[in-house]
């Protein structure tokens, strides 16, 4: 099923302003979000579940998620402009988190195979990975949640 215009137009505009898509041209983000499937989470919702086979990127078009580790306890939080999935993209194997909405969701999904086709994307990646690394270090690991948080990185 096509996505409407104003659908489009909404993807386009988030993949502009997120991180992981700088440094595209206009037509690359275009394409890209043509590709993209969107789908809308209520508030509760397990959107991907640690262990499950991973072949899409999602980028949050609106609302929030939590991501869980294997303790069920969020180690982060993401809003509208901000993706995961990213790993799973990178190296096929299973998600390392559960993913769940925390208020009414929209997410744009790119398949994995389209993301590949965009070397850009990965190293657009290399400084926002870097930075996750570095908030890791900066924490004080006294939880299990944190030790958690860190080895997924």
């Known amino acids: 099923m096509r996505m409407t215009t104003d659908a489009l137009r909404l993807v386009e505009t988030v993949f502009a302003r997120?991180?992981?898509?700088?440094?595209?041209?206009?037509?690359?983000?275009?394409?890209?979000?043509?590709?993209?499937?969107?789908r809308a989470y209520p508030a509760g919702s397990t959107i991907v579940r640690e262990g499950d086979t991973s072949m899409a990127l999602y980028v949050i078009l609106s609302g929030r998620v939590a991501v869980h580790l294997g303790t069920g306890q969020a180690v982060r939080e993401i809003s509208a402009c901000g993706?995961?999935?990213?790993?799973?993209?990178?190296?096929?194997?299973?998600?390392?988190?559960?993913v769940?909405?925390?208020?009414?969701?929209?997410?744009?999904?790119?398949?994995?195979?389209?993301?590949?086709?965009?070397?850009?994307?990965?190293?657009?990646?290399?400084?926002?990975?870097?930075?996750?690394?570095?908030e890791a270090g900066g924490r004080t690991v006294g939880t299990d949640a944190d030790a958690d948080w860190i080895e997924a990185l």
């Open 18 to 38: 997120s991180a992981l898509f700088a440094g595209l041209e206009r037509g690359a983000r275009r394409r890209l979000a043509s590709l993209a499937s969107v």
């Open 100 to 134: 769940i909405a925390v208020e009414p969701t929209q997410c744009a999904l790119l398949a994995a195979w389209d993301i590949r086709e965009q070397p850009r994307i990965a190293l657009n990646l290399l400084p926002i990975m870097a930075q996750w690394i570095r």
């Open 83 to 98: 993706f995961f999935g990213e790993l799973g993209v990178i190296d096929d194997r299973p998600r390392s988190a559960t």
